[in-house]
Each structure stands twice: as structure tokens, then as C-alpha cells.
């Protein structure tokens, strides 16, 4: 099983451009690497209970499905 820490940036989208208001480290194994997970671990870093939306550095959202389920 490997652990990776990843980095995750909570932003704040002006316009066509996106503003970093925080940043979080989560330690994440092969099956953790879903986006579910991310949420909640993210929701419980930043101490939310607001949803977060996924996305890559290109500001588009990474929606749940077989290839962002990680390795089980």
C-alpha cells in the first residue's frame, strides 16, 4: 500500500481566474485517491460542512466515475 501526500488549495474563482484563500496537505493511500474521500478529508481539514467541488489545476471538476476511484 502506498501513502502520498497531496496538496489541496481551496480557491475563490474572479471571473475566468481563481484565488487561493487556503492550502491543506492530505495523506492519502492508493484507495483513498476517490473523490469522495478527498471531500470529506478536505471538509474535515478546513473544519466545513459546506460541499467542495474537485478540480484540477485547469479549474475543471473532476467528477466521481471508474478512473478517479484510485487502486483497490
Partial sequence: MSIFR???H???AV???FSTLQTIYLRLT???ANVATVSQRTQEQLDIEEPVIIMDTRGQ???D???TQ???
Fill in 6 to 8: 497531496r496538496t489541496v
Fill in 10 to 12: 481551496l480557491v475563490e
Fill in 15 to 17: 471571473g475566468s481566474t
Fill in 30 to 32: 492508493d484507495g483513498d
Fill in 61 to 63: 471538476e473532476i467528477i
Fill in 65 to 67: 466515475g471508474p478512473g
Fill in 70 to 72: 484510485g487502486k483497490l
